[in-house]
């Protein structure tokens, strides 16, 4: 059986066996950061609904104090949702996260 690439500039290129490996590799990469990707976006929609829910402000207003904590304290966006998740379920927030949400809820409240 053979494998074609088709592509604009060179319509029905024959792959070889190489060829089909490195694609391979190319699409289950991609597909892992994709999923991971999804993954992310699932834990910064949740700490969304969570500083809504703590801070009593809209979800646009959630998604900004989220954002400004991460930018404020030089954190990743995946870890301050996944350390609000944690807060939120009683567990201790690294302080100076803890306090620049503080400071973007009561902006946002303002």
Not at 1 to 24: G, H, K, Q, W, Y
Not at 61 to 74: C, F, G, I
Not at 99 to 109: D, F, G, K, N, V
Request: with cysteine; net charge neutral; aromatic share 4%.
């Amino acid at each position: 059986m053979a494998f074609f690439a088709i592509s604009r500039s060179r319509p029905l290129t024959l792959l070889s066996a190489t060829d089909l490996v490195m694609e391979n590799e190319r699409l289950e990469a991609e597909c892992a950061q994709l999923g991971h990707a999804i993954a992310s976006h699932a834990t910064v929609d949740r700490a969304i609904g969570a500083i809504v829910v703590l801070g009593r402000i809209s979800p646009e207003e959630a998604w900004r104090a989220l954002r400004d904590v991460s930018q404020r304290t030089n954190t990743k966006l995946r870890t301050v949702a996944e350390h609000v998740m944690a807060f939120a379920m009683g567990a201790d927030m690294p302080e100076p996260e803890r306090i620049e949400l503080q400071r973007a809820i009561t902006r946002y409240t303002a």
